[in-house]
């Protein structure tokens, strides 16, 4: 669960009035991060660029691990194969009739 500062928690109606004093400080990273709260619960979060960016890229990071992890359990079993026409016939099909 993330942690915020109560300098990093901040009212909605306030956000939209001071909004330009809030990216000026997430740009100059004199804050980390801006929680935007709305009915005293996290709505949103602002961060610079920079940190969006290797969020995003950590994110795409993990999917891409998670696939591999499926591509080598899915391949670590062997398996057997049956021919198409083997298969045709297991469900009395003639693959000579089909269109």
Same mark, same amino acid.
């Given at each position: 669960m993330i942690t915020y500062a109560s300098n990093e928690l901040i009212p909605s109606s306030e956000f939209a009035k001071k909004f330009g004093s809030y990216l000026a400080q997430i740009k100059e990273s004199t804050l980390e991060k801006i929680a935007v709260l709305k009915?005293? %619960?996290?709505?949103a979060v602002l961060v610079s660029k920079d940190?969006?960016?290797?969020?995003s890229e950590a994110l795409e990071l993990l999917e891409h691990q998670e696939i591999y992890k499926v591509v080598q359990k899915r391949t670590s079993k062997s398996y057997n194969t049956i021919s198409m026409h083997d298969m045709a016939k297991s469900f009395?099909?003639?693959?000579? %009739?089909?269109?």
């Open positions: 009915n005293n %619960k996290v709505e940190d969006y960016e290797r969020m009395d099909i003639d693959l000579d %009739k089909l269109d």
